[in-house]
C-alpha cells in the first residue's frame, strides 16, 4: 500500500444521540451523515481507489458503500480499526466516558470489560500494518474519530492525549506509506509504555 485516504466516517445516529457506541452493528446514518458520505464521494471523484476499507460497523461501512458508489472497488472490514470498547458505558451519554476517560491513566480498562486507550492503540497499530503489508496502491479507509486522530497525530510523532481533538465526519486525510508506517510504530511504542502527552501540544490535522 502506497497511500491510505483515511475518514471518520459520516454522521450516524449514535453521534445525533451523542452516546458511546462500540457494539456492532451500531445505528447508521442520519439522513445529514448520508449527505455527507455523498460530499465525501463526491470529493473523491478524482481520487484512484484501489481498495475501500470499513470495520463492520454499520455507520463505516454505509460511508464506505455510498463514497465508492459507481465504482467497482472490492472492499474489506479490518476490525483492528473499530471503536474502542468503552464497556459499561457503551450506550451511556459519550461525555460521561470522556470525563471518567480523563481523569484515568490511558492504560486503565473501562469498568464492565472495556479496552483502554493503550490497549485500543495498539489494536489500532494492528490495523495500519494489515493495510501496509497489501499489494493495493491506494485505500479509502472509513474508520471512527478514536482511530482518525490516533493515527493522524502519531504521523506527526504526536503520542495520544488525556481528552483528543474533534475529527470532522467524512473528510478523507491523506497518508503516504511511510506516514502511516511512522504512525504505526509510535501507537506500538505508546501501547507498551503509555503516558499522555501534555494538552498544550497540539497536532497539525492533515487534510
Known amino acids: 500500500m502506497r497511500t491510505l485516504l483515511l475518514a471518520r466516517h459520516a454522521f450516524a445516529g449514535s453521534n445525533r444521540d451523542v452516546v458511546a457506541s462500540s457494539r456492532k452493528p451500531g445505528e447508521g446514518l442520519t439522513d445529514e451523515g448520508r449527505e455527507q458520505a455523498r460530499a465525501l464521494r463526491d470529493a473523491l471523484a478524482g481520487e484512484r481507489v ?60 473501562p469498568p464492565g470489560g472495556g479496552e483502554s486507550r493503550a490497549a485500543a492503540a495498539s489494536r489500532f497499530a494492528r490495523g495500519l500494518r494489515l493495510l501496509l503489508a497489501r499489494t493495493e496502491e491506494t485505500a479509502l479507509v472509513v474508520a471512527h474519530a478514536l482511530v482518525v486522530r490516533y493515527v493522524l497525530d502519531a504521523a506527526e510523532g504526536l503520542g495520544p492525549a488525556a481528552r483528543m481533538a474533534p475529527v470532522e465526519h ?33 497536532g497539525r490535522a492533515r487534510r
Not at 54 to 64: H, V
Not at 75 to 89: A, D, K, N, Q, T
Not at 172 to 194: K, N, S
Request: proline share 6%.
Open 50 to 109: 484501489d481498495l475501500g476499507v470499513s470495520t463492520g460497523y454499520a455507520r463505516t461501512d454505509e460511508t464506505l458503500a455510498v463514497a465508492l458508489e459507481g465504482r467497482d472497488v472490492p472492499r474489506l472490514v479490518v476490525p483492528e480499526l473499530g471503536e474502542i470498547h468503552f464497556g459499561g458505558y457503551d450506550g451511556g451519554l459519550l461525555e460521561t466516558y470522556r470525563a471518567w476517560a480523563a481523569a484515568e491513566l490511558p492504560s486503565a480498562p
Open 170 to 202: 467524512a473528510v478523507a486525510h491523506r497518508l503516504h506509506a511511510a506516514d502511516a508506517e511512522a504512525a504505526a510504530t509510535l501507537l506500538e511504542e505508546w501501547g507498551r509504555a503509555p503516558a499522555f502527552r501534555d494538552p498544550s501540544v497540539e
